[in-house]
């Protein structure tokens, strides 16, 4: 315990401990005695192997954390087939699969960002409202508690109340907003439902200090985009890269625009990533598996091109392992957050930044 009764940071690969713990300063990246012990163990699985956190703006802060893992198993919202309550599970079990240090960018992501596991948002069935908020007050907590967030959820109702927290978090100041999705989820509403997956987008141009000039959406594709969605991006000159236009210009430079149209002239950014906005033979482990989307290697291109611009939230949603082949996309997912989080770390070090420097911080 620290000084101050708050728990203090320690890093025990996937919260083993015993008569067989490591005790090296190095011993999370290097091998063999080291990537869960010279035995296998898989002890109480957070993201990473990284320490357990109450959802407490203090404590995140008395564990000098700069990255908060948070998962949202809810699936309440969907509109489709169900399974996305079991995606934070999903990717914590992937990422026992790796070790934290990325050769990549030779950064060691335990070292540089100290991340806690904050654990799961509770859901409850039968209020989507309710379930909502509790969402909107988890990631309220870890934005104070001075961390980048990082979400898996969960279905794509997920970014409604969690970019409010955002933007409520920034107040006066501006915020972006990137959705990275076969499908616009911009719907104005579902049946007079506001609250669903297919309503993102809408609900954030709603928000008060997120204008359609720092608003992006890429990778669209397919029969399950309807009019009045396409209508209210295009009425709003919010920018649309549907996948064709990605699948003739390149990921790269797609990726360049989109985030430089988000941070222009804002204090933070909500990034919103749907597995679905991968190719169907990359990820059949999500809720609308769509062909002619984005490969497993262009999807890693655009995590280390998002990295070098950061963002306040990345939101990864729409996992679901019950319907995954071979855990192929909870392991894609997992890769692409490390990417993210690799890019994100070289970036600072290379400007001589501090772990977690964005423009919104307390």
Not at 193 to 199: D, G, K, M, R
Not at 223 to 238: A, C, E, H, Q, S
């Amino acid at each position: 315990m620290s000084s101050d009764g708050h728990q203090a940071w320690e890093f025990v690969p996937h919260q083993h401990k015993g008569p067989a713990i490591q005790t090296g300063k190095d011993d999370h990246v290097r091998s063999p005695t080291l990537h869960n012990g010279a035995f296998k163990a898989s002890g109480l699985n957070t993201f990473m192997g990284a320490p357990y956190c109450e959802p407490d703006r203090h404590k995140i802060r008395a564990m000098g954390a700069k990255v908060c893992f948070l998962g949202v198993p809810h699936d309440h919202g969907n509109m489709v087939r169900c399974g996305t309550s079991q995606g934070p599970a999903g990717i914590r079990e992937a990422s026992t699969q790796y070790f934290p240090y990325m050769f990549d960018y030779d950064v060691d992501l335990i070292d540089f960002f100290r991340p806690v596991d904050c654990g799961d948002v509770p859901a409850i069935p039968s209020s989507n409202v309710r379930s909502h908020q509790l969402i909107y007050d988890y990631v309220t907590e870890c934005l104070h508690g001075g961390a980048m967030v990082m979400l898996c959820g969960g279905d794509h109702s997920v970014p409604i109340p969690a970019a409010r927290a955002l933007s409520d978090y920034l107040g006066e100041k501006t915020m972006g907003y990137l959705h990275v999705d076969c499908h616009l989820d911009s719907a104005p509403d579902w049946d007079d439902n506001v609250f669903t997956n297919c309503s993102g987008t809408s609900r954030a141009l709603d928000l008060p200090n997120c204008a359609a000039k720092n608003m992006a959406h890429m990778g669209s594709r397919n029969g399950l985009n309807p009019k009045d969605w396409v209508d209210t991006l295009v009425d709003n000159d919010i920018r649309l890269l549907p996948m064709r236009e990605v699948a003739q210009n390149g990921i790269e430079p797609c990726t360049h625009e989109i985030f430089t149209r988000a941070w222009d002239g804002t204090d933070g950014v909500y990034f919103s990533w749907d597995t679905d906005s991968l190719d169907a033979s990359c990820a059949p482990g999500t809720t609308a598996p769509e062909p002619f989307g984005i490969k497993s290697r262009e999807a890693l291109q655009l995590a280390r091109i998002a990295g070098e611009y950061g963002a306040s939230i990345m939101e990864i949603s729409e996992l679901c392992p019950m319907w995954d082949s071979n855990n192929i996309t909870s392991k894609l997912s997992c890769c692409m957050a490390y990417q993210f989080l690799g890019s994100r770390a070289k970036t600072l070090r290379d400007n001589n930044e501090p772990p977690w420097n964005r423009k919104n911080a307390a």
